[in-house]
């Protein structure tokens, strides 16, 4: 972990772009709220298969406009051709955007075909190429492992294609064993990367959406926390209370043990993030 401490505390906001005019009023109100802790970035997700392009632009260049943080939009590239991506980084670049969080995504199910990317690694490889140094390129990586990944090693070394290629950064997937972190960290540093490698942190504050996701995601909600969250039943109070205060202690835990930062899927919601992020005592000065 020595390796991680060498980098400025980075901390970011991740939202979705919103679907319709309430969604909008919604984000806007959070991000304003957000912006008051000053983050080093907020980034914008893009849905899967390219379903939210529009929706994603148009969300990062109100953000540009109207907000003092820099944003990154999110770029998946599977289902997509090297014309349609070359436009949207073109019109990024036309928007003054700095900042990507270049993903391969998935595909939706029964829909379409994987197009002309079929990994990260080469959408990282073809901004680089495209775009020169123009952005500064965040990728994703799995402490617990990429759910489609046959094994720990073929994973890692997969991670390691898109470092070659060209990522500035990566941002995990959520986790709440801070282990899972350290040991991931730990191996790159074996291998010689070298980049900040930031957590994920999932705020909880619905346990049937968590595991949701987490079964999507590949995730894991340790038994002692899911035992606990299934037992708060109804009484979402309590359910949010122990969330934060899980939460709270992860992202203590991880900085302490020397993350470079956090990186919250705020799901458009700033309540628990703030109230996480109080509880740490962050004063965020940095910039990316
Ligand atoms: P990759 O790095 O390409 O890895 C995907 C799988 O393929 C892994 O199992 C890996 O081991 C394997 N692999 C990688 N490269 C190779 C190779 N060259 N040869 C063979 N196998 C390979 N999804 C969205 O749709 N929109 C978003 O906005 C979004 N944002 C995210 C943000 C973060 C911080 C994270 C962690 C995830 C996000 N995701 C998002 C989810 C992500 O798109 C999925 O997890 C997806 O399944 C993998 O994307 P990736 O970029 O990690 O893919």
Redesign the pocket.
């Known amino acids: 972990m020595e390796s991680q401490r060498k980098y400025p505390k980075y901390f970011s906001f991740e939202f979705f772009p919103p679907k319709n005019e309430a969604g909008e009023e919604k984000l806007r109100n959070t991000r304003e709220t957000l912006a008051q802790l000053n983050p080093c970035l907020f980034s914008v997700?893009?849905?899967?298969g390219g379903s939210t392009r529009e929706r994603t632009f148009d969300t990062v260049t109100e953000i540009k406009q109207q907000s003092h943080i820099d944003v990154a939009p999110?770029l998946?590239c599977i289902s997509s051709t090297v014309e349609g991506i070359r436009e949207i980084l073109n019109r990024y670049i036309d928007q003054g955007i700095r900042y990507l969080?270049a993903?391969?995504?998935?595909i939706p199910s029964g829909m379409g075909s994987p197009g002309e990317f079929h990994?990260?690694?080469q959408l990282v490889e073809f901004i680089r190429k495209e775009t020169g140094d123009h952005f500064h390129i965040e990728?994703?990586a799995y402490p617990e492992f990429?759910p489609?990944?046959p094994d720990a090693g073929?994973?890692l070394n997969?991670f390691k294609?898109?470092v070659e290629a060209g990522a500035d950064g990566a941002?995990?997937?959520y986790f709440y064993n801070p282990d899972a972190y350290f040991r991931f960290v730990e191996s790159c540093e074996k291998m010689g990367l070298d980049l900040p490698i930031v957590p994920?942190i999932m705020p909880i504050t619905n346990f049937t959406q968590l595991a949701r996701f987490s079964d999507i995601?590949g995730a894991e909600i340790p038994r002692w926390i899911r035992k606990r969250l299934e037992a708060y039943g109804e009484d979402m109070e309590s359910l949010r209370r122990f969330g934060v205060e899980v939460t709270t202690k992860l992202c203590r835990d991880l900085l302490e043990g020397g993350a470079p930062g956090l990186?919250f899927y705020t799901l458009n919601n700033a309540e628990p993030t703030v109230e996480i992020w109080n509880n740490l005592g962050i004063v965020s000065e940095t910039r990316v």
């Open positions: 997700t893009f849905g899967a999110h998946s969080v993903l391969r995504g998935d990994y990260a690694n990728v994703a990429h489609q990944a073929t994973d997969n294609r898109k941002m995990t997937q994920g995601c990186h």
